[in-house]
Nanobody, 123 residues
Framework: QVELEESGGGPVQAGGSLRLSCRAS????????MAWFRQVPGKEREGVAV???????SYTDSVKGRFTISKDNAQNTLYLQMNSLKPEDTAMYYC?????????????????WGQGTQVTVTS
């Protein structure tokens, strides 16, 4: 059974940085995709960044150049390094995973989800 647990969220001033972590367990095989999504109450969930087992990545336009997704296979941990944070980055951030290999940022494509970690950026 796949389990995902996020951490690293919190309050930060605009222009600051945070690194989110997502510890994964229950993965089998070497083919997978992991992604970060975010959601603000009353708005649709937004795909932020995705990484597949071959190492390719993709980002939504609003975070390109500021966020970096990476994975430590030895630690079974996914990361999201967030720099130059803006108030509009404030959201609950979720880690998601699938055993297929792709670069999709549509939430419905991912069957496994963590509980989320809150990021609040103040101006």
């Amino acid at each position: 059974q796949v389990e995902l647990e996020e951490s690293g969220g919190g309050p930060v001033q605009a222009g600051g940085s945070l690194r989110l972590s997502c510890r994964a367990s229950g993965f089998t095989g070497n083919t997978y995709t992991m992604a970060w999504f975010r959601q603000v109450p009353g708005k649709e969930r937004e795909g932020v960044a995705v990484i597949e087992s071959g190492g390719s990545t993709s980002y939504t336009d609003s975070v390109k150049g500021r966020f970096t997704i990476s994975k430590d296979n030895a630690q079974n941990t996914l990361y999201l390094q967030m720099n130059s944070l803006k108030p509009e980055d404030t959201a609950m951030y979720y880690c998601a995973a699938d055993f297929r290999r792709w670069l999709r940022l549509r939430g419905d494509d991912y069957p496994y989800w963590g509980q989320g970690t809150q990021v609040t950026v103040t101006s």
